[in-house]
Every structure is written in structure tokens, then in C-alpha cells.
């Protein structure tokens, strides 16, 4: 049964950084590409940033692009997201997940974690 928890969310103040990691368990980790998506109260889910399997290609949303950065470690099976000179408005629950390819799409992952909240403070 494939698994992916997030954890290092929380809550901080503008400018400040988090860093959220994704566990996975289930699947073959180093086959798939990872991604991380966000959903704030009303508003639909939004891409944020995906890697490849073997980690050598990003791809950000233009919204954080130069302020987050998406990794990951193959022999531990997570992948990460640090979040730096965050906004209020990255104030969001933020989810993990994992497909063949490194979509953007968020209709084409079946696998994803339960989401952490970030809380974003003016």
C-alpha cells in the first residue's frame, strides 16, 4: 500500500522559512517523479514544484519560484520542499505526491500524502 506523510509544517512569520519533507513507503521511490501541491480555504489545488526520478530536473511554479526549492534523497525515500521568504499567501495545507512522470497536472497522480498546514503570519 503506497504511503507518502509530510511533516514541517507549521506556523511562521513572513519572511521567515520551513522546510517540509515527504515520507514514502510502498512504492518504488527511485521510479517516480515527486511533486508538491497546495490548496489554500476556497481555492482550488495549485501546483508547486515537481523533480524527476533521479532528481537531475525541477520544475516550479512561477508563483516560487526563486523562493522554494524541491529535493530529494532516493536512499531515504523522501522528498523535500524549503520554503524561504515565505508570503501570507503561501498560507496553505501542503501535499506531496508521486507519478511515473514529473507532471504539473495534479489529475494525473493516484498517490498522495495527507497534507501538513503551512501558516503564514503578516
Known amino acids: 500500500q503506497v504511503q507518502l506523510v509530510e511533516s514541517g509544517g507549521g506556523l511562521v512569520q513572513a519572511g521567515g522559512s520551513l522546510r517540509l519533507s515527504c515520507a514514502a513507503s510502498?512504492?518504488?521511490?527511485?521510479?517516480?517523479?515527486m511533486s508538491w501541491f497546495r490548496q489554500a480555504p476556497g481555492k482550488e489545488r495549485e501546483f508547486i514544484a515537481t523533480?524527476?526520478?533521479?532528481?537531475?530536473?525541477?520544475n516550479y511554479a512561477d508563483s516560487v519560484k526563486g523562493r522554494f526549492t524541491i529535493s530529494r534523497d532516493n536512499a531515504k525515500m523522501s522528498v523535500y520542499l524549503q520554503m524561504n521568504s515565505l508570503k501570507p499567501e503561501d498560507t496553505a495545507v501542503y501535499y506531496c505526491?508521486?507519478?511515473?512522470?514529473?507532471?504539473?497536472?495534479?489529475?494525473?497522480?493516484?498517490?498522495w500524502g495527507q497534507g501538513t498546514q503551512v501558516t503564514v503570519s503578516s
Open positions: 505526491a508521486a507519478a511515473r512522470n514529473a507532471y504539473t497536472d495534479g489529475s494525473h497522480y493516484i498517490n
Open positions: 510502498g512504492i518504488i521511490f527511485s521510479s517516480n517523479a
Open positions: 523533480i524527476s526520478s533521479t532528481g537531475s530536473r525541477t
